[in-house]
């Protein structure tokens, strides 16, 4: 089992930045890939993120590449999403997610976060 906590999120102007933390707690965290996602009202769950379980292979999507940067700490259990040059479309819910397969656009991880809100204004 792996419980996951996000924290970081909150209100930030266009152009700025946030970096988002999630906790991750569980025997055998750090055999886990782990990834975040983001969800906006009325849409459906998209990717965003993820690393392997070494931290050497990272996967964005495109609309966040250059801008997002995602890490992790397995000494911490501790995965990072680093996020700058925010807009307006990065607004939404953002959750962490683990899995012991690799995660990428099409995969449904096994574990998530509760979500936290990025807000946006422009």
């Known amino acids: 089992q792996v419980q996951l906590v996000e924290s970081g999120g909150g209100l930030v102007q266009a152009g700025g930045s946030l970096r988002l933390s999630c906790a991750a707690s569980g025997r055998t965290v750090s055999s886990y890939a782990l990834g975040w996602f983001r969800q906006v009202p009325g849409q459906e769950r998209e990717f965003v993120a993820a690393i392997s379980w070494s931290g050497r292979y990272p996967y964005y999507a495109d609309s966040v590449t250059g801008r997002f940067t995602i890490s992790r700490d397995n000494a911490k259990n501790t995965v990072y999403l680093q996020m700058n040059s925010l807009n307006a479309e990065d607004t939404a819910v953002y959750y962490c997610?683990?899995?012991?397969?690799?995660?990428?656009?099409?995969?449904?991880?096994?574990?998530w976060g509760q979500g936290t809100q990025v807000t946006v204004s422009s």
């Open positions: 997610s683990a899995d012991i397969t690799p995660i990428s656009q099409s995969s449904r991880p096994r574990y």
